[in-house]
């Protein structure tokens, strides 16, 4: 028999650990103990400390040395009042910059990035969704020549893809959110700046006001 990788055994972690948060069933607040968690999973508390890790850079924990590790929460404040007015200022600036930069090989990869998001939709994999969600708009950023701004939006990642992860938007009606892409796309081939800035307010602003009020 095959012997499972502790990679596998972290990734089957991250996604149980993820899909209870993102479903409430853990909630802000709530204590995570390595060892209670290995014991309740039947894994080591390798693969568990290592799931940790990563959902803390998903922004959905926060872990505290020598002690355990506490689920956080992401309000739809935080997403009008924080995320939104630093990712359009960051992504005005950095699909501006982009636009003198990149070509056909480049609008090719975003088209490559929205077909996996649509595959990604269709078999239902969520984390496939966010990562080509969030690899569309890094690749622009990193095509802007503009390190800084790539260097900002890591370090905001984080909660971003948190959001992502809390969002509804993805499971009601995954399909629009694709075609938001696509549109996004259509507009960055036009290297007309103006109508690139005005969907890219379209875009940001449009996925906060649809979520409703809820928290993780």
């Not at 975003?110 to 690749?139: C, K, N, P, Q, Y």
Request: glycine share 6%.
């Amino acid at each position: 028999m095959p012997r499972i990788s502790d990679d596998s055994r972290r990734h089957r972690v991250v996604a149980a650990l993820r899909g209870e948060i993102v479903a409430g069933r853990l909630k802000p607040g709530d204590k995570l103990v390595e060892s209670e968690l290995s014991e309740r999973m039947g894994v080591s508390r390798g693969p568990v400390r290592e799931a940790l890790r990563q959902l803390e850079q998903e922004g959905l924990v926060l872990l505290s040395p020598y002690r355990s590790t506490e689920v956080l929460g992401i309000s739809q404040e935080e997403v009008e009042q924080v995320l939104v007015p630093i990712r359009l200022i960051l992504e005005r600036f950095a699909f501006s910059h982009a636009l003198r930069r990149m070509n056909e090989e480049d609008f090719d990869r975003l088209e490559g990035l929205i077909r996996e998001m649509s595959v990604a939709a269709e078999r239902g994999d969520l984390d496939g969704i966010v990562e080509t969600d969030v690899g569309f708009h890094e690749f622009v950023i990193s095509k802007s020549g503009q390190p800084h701004c790539l260097q900002i939006w890591r370090a905001i990642i984080p909660r971003v893809r948190a959001y992502f992860y809390s969002d509804g938007l993805w499971r009601q009606n995954s399909e629009e959110v694709i075609d938001e892409h696509r549109e996004l796309l259509l507009v960055l081939r036009t290297r007309d700046e103006a109508r690139v800035l005005t969907e890219v307010d379209k875009h940001i602003h449009h996925r906060p006001q649809r979520s409703g009020e809820r928290s993780i």
